[in-house]
C-alpha cells in the first residue's frame, strides 16, 4: 500500500484538507470551518487529518509568517494565534513529524510539482488576493529561507512615499497590485469624478467600488475601467520586473483570486513588463501563466512539502 | 599534484588573474590591462592564463549580462563587446570547459566559499560601487537564474517616478544607493545651498561633489555630511529590506567600493533597515558583514565557479 500523503491549507474561514494519490492527484477531499482559539484550531487540524486517513505524512499551509520548525509567529487570518508551535503540538499528537509552512510557499510547491510549472527549475509564484504572497522555486530547489519567510513578496516596497500599508511602512507592492490594490487604484480614479460606469456597478459610491466592479465595467468594455486596469496592470508588472532582476526567473505563475480574471489583465501586465523591464532586448522574458491547481493549491502543496524539507 | 584553479576578473581598465591553492587561498596573481575589441580581449584572456599555468580549470568573472553558456550579452565596462561567445572562444582555444559568469556572482561565491559569508545557505551579496551588482545563495546553492542574470539587483525599481537611469527607466535603486547614487543625493542637497563643507571639498563646485567628499566631510563630523550619509543609508536599507522580503536571507556581505567606507554608513543602514522591514519584531534579522576578499573576490569567485556549475 502506498503512503497516504495528506495536506491541510488553513484559511481565515475554512480549513480544506486533501489527500494526495502517487501521482499528486486530489483522491478525496473534507473541509473544516477554522474555529477560534489555539487549542480548537489544534484539534480541528488533528481531526480533519485523522477524518482523511492519516498515517504518517501531513503537511498544513499557513497564511503569514510561518517559521521552518512549525511556529506561526503571526498570521493576518489568525488573529488570536500568534507565536505559537503548532508544528510540534501536532506531531506530539499524531506521533510523527508534521511539516508547517506558509501557504503560498505551498501553493508554489504544488505548482511546481504537480500544476502550472512542472519541471521548471526557476519560478516564482506570484498569488494575487486581497494581498500578495509568493513562493521561490531556484536552482531546481523550493527555497524557504533562513527563517521560512521567502516570499514576503507583498511588502516589497515599490514607492518609500507611497500608499500607507496596515504593516506600518508606505508603499509596499500589495497596496497597489493586489485585489485591494486594485479596488483603490479606482477608488483613487471614482473621486477624481470619473468611473461613471463603475461607480454606477458598485451602487453609486466611489467609495463602495470594488474590484469586481471594475472587471465587470472593463468587460463591457467602459474605457475608463480599461485604463484602471492598464494602470493596475503596470504596478503588477513593476514587481514582476524587480523579481525579475533578483532571480532571473524561467516562469511566473500567477495565483490567487485575481488570476480567475486573469485574460483582462495579461495584456496590460506584459506590456507593461517589457516596458519596464531591465535590458529587456538582451534576454529571453520570463513566461507569465496562470496557475492551474486553483484553490487546492495550498493544500496540495501542503502535502508535498513533507517530501521536499 | 592538484588541480591549478585559476580565476580571471574582468574589470574595465584591467584584468586580474589568480591562482588559488586547494583551500582557496591565493597563491599567485597578475594583471594585464583590459584590451579594446574582441580578438584582443579573448588573446589577451587566453595569455593571461596561461602564464599563470592553466590546465583544466579556467573561470572568467564579467561585469555586465552574461549568460550561463558563457555568452556577453552586454557589459557596461566593455562597450565594444556585445553578444560575444568569449566562453566557446576560449573553451576551443584551451580546449577544456571554461566557465563564465557576472563579476557579482562570481564574488558571492568566493565570499561564500572562502570569505565573510563561509557555511552560510542563505546569503545575498551586494556590491556597491558605481552601480550595484548582487549575487544570490539559497538552499545551500549559488543561484544563476534561467539566464545567468541571477542578481541585477542595482535595477530594482524603488520609486517609480524616480531620477531617471540610463538603463531607461526611472527610480532603480542604483541611482540612489550606490557610489553614484552617493554623489547624486549629495549634489542635490548642495544645490539646495547647503552642505557648505562638502562643497568646498569638492573644490567650491557643487556640481563637481563626489562621494569621497561626502565621505571626508562626514568623517570630519560635519553635520549635514552626516544626514547626507543618514539619507544615503535609508536607501541601502530600503533594498536590502526588498531582498528580505523576497529571499529571507541569513546574511547581507555588502562589498563593492563604498564597502571601505562601510563603517560611516553601517550604523545608518542597521537603523533604518529595522524601520523599513516587515514585521520587524517577529524575525532575528540577518546579518550585515563586508566583503572580507577585497578587490580580488571576483577573480577568486570565478576560479570557484568551476566547481558550482
Not at 473621486?191 to 467609495?207: M, N
Not at 463591457?220 to 475601467?225: Q, Y
Not at 520586473?241 to 506584459?270: C, E, H, K, R, W
Request: aromatic share 4%; with cysteine.
Amino acid at each position: 500500500m502506498s503512503r497516504r500523503r495528506i495536506g491541510i491549507d488553513v484559511g481565515g474561514t475554512k480549513c480544506l484538507g486533501v489527500v494526495l494519490d502517487d501521482a499528486g492527484v486530489v483522491i478525496e477531499e473534507q473541509r473544516r470551518p477554522t474555529p477560534p482559539g489555539t487549542e480548537a484550531f489544534v484539534d480541528t487540524l488533528a481531526e480533519l487529518a485523522t477524518a482523511l486517513g492519516v498515517t504518517d505524512s501531513l503537511g498544513i499551509g499557513v497564511p503569514g509568517m510561518v517559521t521552518r520548525s512549525g511556529v506561526i509567529k503571526a498570521s493576518p487570518n489568525l488573529i488570536d494565534i500568534t507565536d505559537f508551535e503548532v508544528g510540534r503540538m501536532l506531531s506530539e499528537r499524531l506521533g510523527f513529524l508534521v511539516e508547517v509552512g506558509n501557504d503560498a510557499t505551498c501553493a508554489a510547491a504544488a505548482e511546481w510539482q504537480v500544476g502550472a510549472a512542472r519541471g521548471a527549475t526557476e519560478m516564482v509564484m506570484v498569488t494575487l488576493g486581497t494581498g500578495i504572497g509568493g513562493g521561490v522555486i531556484a536552482g531546481g530547489q523550493l527555497i524557504r529561507g533562513a527563517n521560512g519567510f521567502t516570499g514576503e513578496i507583498g511588502h516589497m516596497v515599490v514607492d518609500p512615499e507611497g500608499l500607507p500599508c496596515p504593516c506600518g511602512r508606505r508603499g509596499c507592492w500589495e497596496r497597489y497590485a493586489s485585489g485591494s490594490g486594485l479596488a483603490q487604484l479606482a477608488r483613487v480614479a471614482a473621486i477624481g469624478k470619473r468611473l461613471r460606469r463603475v461607480v454606477q456597478l458598485a451602487g453609486g459610491d466611489p467609495d463602495n467600488v470594488r474590484g469586481e466592479n471594475v472587471q465587470a465595467a472593463a468587460r463591457e468594455g467602459d474605457v475608463e475601467a480599461l485604463n484602471v486596469i492598464d494602470l493596475f496592470g503596470r504596478w503588477v508588472a513593476l514587481g514582476l520586473v524587480n523579481l525579475t532582476n533578483v532571480l532571473d526567473p524561467q516562469m511566473f505563475v500567477l495565483g490567487g483570486g485575481l488570476a480567475a480574471s486573469g485574460d483582462l489583465y495579461l495584456g496590460p501586465i506584459q506590456k507593461w513588463f517589457t516596458e519596464l523591464l531591465y535590458a529587456p532586448d538582451l534576454r529571453p522574458h520570463p513566461q507569465l501563466v496562470f496557475a492551474s491547481l486553483g484553490e487546492r493549491a495550498g493544500a496540495v502543496g501542503a502535502a508535498l512539502m513533507t517530501e521536499l524539507r
